[in-house]
């Protein structure tokens, strides 16, 4: 039986609790996304934001259920609508994969098969997941294209993938991921190989689509604009876990975590010009040697003893949570200075 | 030293370090011979670079902007000299750079200019020691007495770049993406140059990383007196960065000026849109506008001014006739609109 909790109010489209990725390698088993928990609402958008090597991509991967062996979820649950989907067989995870989950990836070139005409791919998709024939396929792919913005959709649905460009294929790559009418869109880094002009488009697109369509979308990316831009919360990634999770609005203007304030003092804003940017020492450590504690303890400008020993979970901070011991009643403490740098 | 005398120019020109005039850069991507002629298809010439005048003065860092496929990469080669212009000049300190020398006053002159380029995985040789990737220039151009000497500058430059004389042992792998720009930089200083020209040094890197790269770009400009040529594709770090900023489309450089004036009160109606494609990070809740349509293919660009399909302000004048730089407010503009004045210039609130 349900908790009666969640009988009432919206329960979450998508939860994931103590998501454990691990690698296991010659040299010991790496963990690359340790203990994180998180929600999305129906017709949300989360961003998941972090440097590369944070374990955004992963996550979102492992959502998807398409971690790359030997990459394997070791621990954690997923549940989408209350089911879940974390353990389910192959064969099962597919028809929940494109019918209930969209997926876009970073590079719309290599999404898209080349060997066959979009209108092919997308009605493919679509009679995979829905009982129609393949004329009403057919048209369904061309309201899709239409939809996405693509100019001539009667005419370009039976060109191939390299005649269109950039812009126009991540286009068709969202028509793809909407095929089925999925209730989620996990979208990594959909915006990165485009150019500026054309994110612009491509983002205003995502936004609109997800409003009209009431589809929850997790924005995994490591541009800080495009989730300023278009995301309702953003978790931040720091080494495998969620540093800072918050309203986008709170943790951009009032970051909780002393990374989060780093990652957000290091970019290039048009509010300060030829002063020094606020540089974050040192580099993410790799998985290899993620540091006692904290794992963001070597960087940290506020360091105390207790980051070098204790690992911070989660905790309330602002109007969001972030893994801290700042925000602890027994704080960090006594201070730490002369640690050398990574 | 150098012993050569400056080519007869101007004395204005030679005011300037770096001074690039009417350069031109076509690439041939025909098909062979025999496939063109049994097909009959014509000869294809890329126009990457069409006709740029650039003037950058000692010490000021001056950046090229646009989307990809507009050229500025190009751009950045010829100056570099790794190619040869199809037309045009480049004036470094006052000399032609395309003039004839002696390979040795060549080599002095080369010695003084350094690239660094985007990708630092792609750009140090793997099997190489970071000592000898630094040493490199030092050796080439003779600029160390005895192996001490040697050992003593490479040391000074991985210092200067924040690394320590010690890392001289290691190879490229062992290093963080940022780090190894850090090696790239070092090598660029080694020969001890003057001006660097910068292709997206900081586009592969995280953003963290990224702002400590721009740091140290900003101090070794300082305390060396360095000039750069910075090439990239974001708008926020060359506003942090530039003194000068030239916007590019379509191998054209369609509006260049004063930092502060480019972002105060852009003229061209291509860098009103670029500006608009900032993502706004203070939430102040301005709308970015997507502006309709793609770069076009360079190889058949539009007739007139190559900005005029995605234009919301062209008219007849702009299809048929190519519009001329005019200068205005310290920088200059292509654009017959603004030359008409048919649109009114805006001030811009993107800065506070």
């Known amino acids: 039986m349900p908790p009666l909790d969640k009988l009432g109010n919206n329960p979450p489209l998508l939860e994931v609790k103590n998501l454990r990725v691990e690698f296991p390698t010659r040299r010991g088993t790496l963990l690359a996304v340790d203990d994180v928990s998180f929600d999305i609402a129906p017709g949300e958008v989360l961003g998941v934001v972090g440097e590369s090597g944070a374990g955004k991509s992963l996550t979102g991967n492992a959502i998807i259920g398409l971690l790359e062996p030997p ?23 597919r028809k929940v994969r494109g019918a209930r989950i969209g997926a876009i990836f970073q590079d719309p070139l290599t999404s898209l098969n080349p060997l066959y005409s979009v ?14 024939s393949a004329s009403q396929a057919r048209q369904r792919a061309l309201e899709l294209l239409k939809e996405v913005g693509i100019p001539g959709a009667e005419h370009r649905i039976d060109h191939y993938p390299h005649q269109f460009s950039g812009g126009m294929r991540q286009r068709v790559v969202i028509a793809l991921a909407l095929c089925a009418g999925p209730r989620l869109i996990v ?25 009209e369509h009431g589809t929850a979308v997790m924005l995994v990316t490591h541009d800080m604009g495009v989730i300023a831009e278009t995301a309702d919360r953003v978790a931040v990634m720091y080494a495998g876990r969620i540093a800072e999770i918050g309203p986008v609005r709170e943790v951009i203007k009032n970051a909780q975590h002393p990374y989060t304030r780093g990652l957000m003092g290091s970019i ?13 020492d040192g580099s993410m450590p790799r998985l290899t040697e993620i540091p006692k504690g904290c794992a963001f303890n070597p960087r940290c400008p506020q360091r105390g003893e207790r980051c070098l020993v204790e690992r911070p979970d989660l905790m309330p901070a602002g109007s969001g949570r972030a893994a801290c011991w700042l925000h602890d009643a027994r704080g960090v403490g006594a201070p730490v200075k002369d640690l050398a740098h990574a | 030293m150098l012993d050569i005398a400056p080519d007869g120019q101007s004395p204005q020109r030679s005011r300037q370090f770096v001074h690039i005039e009417g350069l031109k850069r076509y690439f041939d991507v025909s098909a062979p011979w025999l496939v063109r002629m049994l097909e009959r298809r014509p000869r ?3 126009q990457a670079v069409d006709g740029i005048d650039i003037e950058i003065a000692k010490g000021e860092t001056f950046s090229l902007v646009g989307e990809s496929g507009c050229g500025k990469s190009t751009v950045a080669r010829l100056v570099v000299g790794l190619y040869p212009p199809t037309a045009g000049s480049i004036h470094f300190d006052g000399h032609d750079m395309s003039g004839r020398r002696s390979g040795a006053d060549n080599a002095a ?3 003084r200019m350094q690239m660094i380029f985007q990708d630092p995985f792609a750009s140090l040789n793997p099997r190489w020691r970071v000592f000898d990737i630094v040493a490199e220039p030092i050796r080439a151009f003779g600029l160390a007495k005895d192996k001490a000497d040697l050992e003593e500058q490479v040391g000074e430059r991985l210092r200067q770049v924040r690394l320590a004389p010690a890392d001289g042992v290691k190879y490229p792998h062992e290093f963080s993406g940022g780090q190894r720009q850090r090696i790239s930089i070092a090598r660029a200083l080694a020969s001890q140059s003057e001006f660097l020209v910068c292709d997206e040094p900081t586009s592969a890197l995280d953003v963290s990383v990224q702002a400590q790269i721009l740091n140290l770009m900003m101090d070794l400009q300082r305390r060396l007196q360095l000039t750069y040529l910075f090439i990239s594709h974001n708008l926020a770090v060359v506003y942090h960065i530039s003194t000068r900023v030239g916007v590019m489309y379509l191998g054209r450089l369609v509006e260049q000026a004063p930092t502060d004036t480019l972002f105060k009160r852009p003229k061209h109606p291509y860098t009103r849109m670029l500006l608009d494609t900032i993502p706004d990070l203070d939430m102040s809740g301005r709308q970015r506008s997507p502006v309709a349509g793609e770069v076009p293919s360079p190889i058949n660009p539009p007739s007139g001014c190559t900005f005029h399909p995605r234009c919301p302000f062209a008219n007849e004048r702009c299809k048929a006739e190519r519009p001329k730089p005019v200068a205005i407010e310290g920088g200059s503009v292509a654009c017959h609109a603004i030359e008409e004045k048919r649109i009114p210039i805006e001030e811009r609130s993107y800065t506070r």
């Open chain 1, 71 to 93: 990459g394997r979820i070791a621990a954690g649950e997923i549940r989408l609508e209350g089911r879940r989907i974390d353990n389910l067989p192959y064969e099962e995870m």
């Open chain 1, 119 to 132: 209108g092919r791919q997308l009605i493919e998709t679509i009679q995979t997941h829905m009982p129609v």
């Open chain 1, 187 to 211: 979208a990594d880094e959909p915006t990165t190989a485009l150019d500026v002009s054309i994110q612009a488009q491509i983002i205003a697109l995502l936004k609109r689509l997800c409003r």
């Open chain 1, 268 to 280: 290039p804003s048009l509010g300060h010009r030829g002063e020094r940017l606020t540089q974050i």
């Open chain 2, 44 to 46: 294809q010439i890329v």
């Open chain 2, 109 to 111: 002159l080369r010695r």
